[in-house]
């Protein structure tokens, strides 16, 4: 039997080429990358377990710290260059930013 060879994955392949597609089906899972689609934009969304979060972050929701331990989410926008915008969010406060008034950046 023949050795598989891992195939790479395009993050902007909206499901039209060869491959996994891009938006992935189920429930989410740790560590692993999906897009959601928001009013304000499509978002890569990566899930931290309490085990992978060793730094602090500040939580641009609420402004608050997200302490080393804490699960959280990382998102960056789903544009080309978009992961230089990634951010550490609470769960919640991810949720609901839309709701937000002015006053606090959206990512």
């Known amino acids: 039997m023949s050795p598989r060879r891992a195939r790479r994955i ?4 909206r499901g039209g080429g060869r491959g996994t ?12 990358d999906q897009v ?9 969304v990566r899930r931290v377990t ?21 699960p959280h989410l990382v998102s960056w926008p789903a544009w080309r260059g978009g992961e230089q915008e ?3 969010w609470h769960t919640a406060c ?3 930013r839309i709701r937000r008034g002015p006053g606090r950046s959206r990512y």
């Not at 938006?23 to 692993?32: F, K, L, Q, T, W």
């Not at 309490?50 to 804490?70: F, I, M, S, T, W």
Request: aromatic letters at 12%.
């Open 36 to 44: 959601e689609e928001w009013p304000d934009g499509d978002w890569f």
């Open 94 to 96: 991810w949720r609901n």
């Open 86 to 88: 990634r951010r550490h």
């Open 50 to 70: 309490g085990a992978g979060a060793d730094k602090v972050y500040r939580c641009p929701g609420c402004d608050q710290e997200l302490r080393p331990g804490v």
């Open 21 to 32: 597609p891009a938006r992935p089906v189920g429930s989410s899972v740790p560590g692993v």
């Open 10 to 13: 395009d993050p902007f392949d």
